[in-house]
């Protein structure tokens, strides 16, 4: 069962256009794996945390999360806190997209465990090379070989 193509990307952006700049990101990187969008921290950390509060339910699943810190109803700071202390999640890379540049803001969520933090709004080289720096992101992901269409 260690298919490794089926990752999901889980992005938690309130930000419509934002959402849409970064999906096309996504796309144009050559990453075809699905995206599930949030717009609020509450309804992303239901869906990742699941019934029970311990995200076990998606333990064993390959999950990316790309998470705003800016969002309507609850930092991201908050959410990375609550994917990095759970069991079934702490092991999803996290990367942060904020519009933040505040240092200290971005040592936290170092501290708390995010893999790559992505200044907004996202700039396509940036991102693909934070997704490239991001080694683990292609073990996960599957890329098309260069020639093979």
Known sequence: MSDHTS?????????????????????????????????????ALEFLLG??????????????????????????????????????????????????EDRREIQRCYDLGCNVYITKPVDYEHFAQAIRQLGLFFSVIQVPEAGRA
């Open 7 to 43: 990752v999901t990307i889980i992005m938690i952006e309130d930000d419509e256009g934002h959402a849409r700049l970064i999906e096309k990101n996504i796309r144009r990187a050559g990453v075809n794996n699905e995206i599930k969008p949030f717009t609020t921290g509450s309804s």
């Open 51 to 100: 019934a029970d509060g311990t995200g076990m339910q998606h333990a064993g699943e390959a999950l990316l999360i790309l998470l705003d810190l800016n969002l309507p109803d609850m930092t991201g700071v908050d959410i990375l806190q609550q994917v990095k202390q759970s069991a079934g999640l702490k092991l999803a890379p996290v990367v942060v997209l904020t519009t933040t």
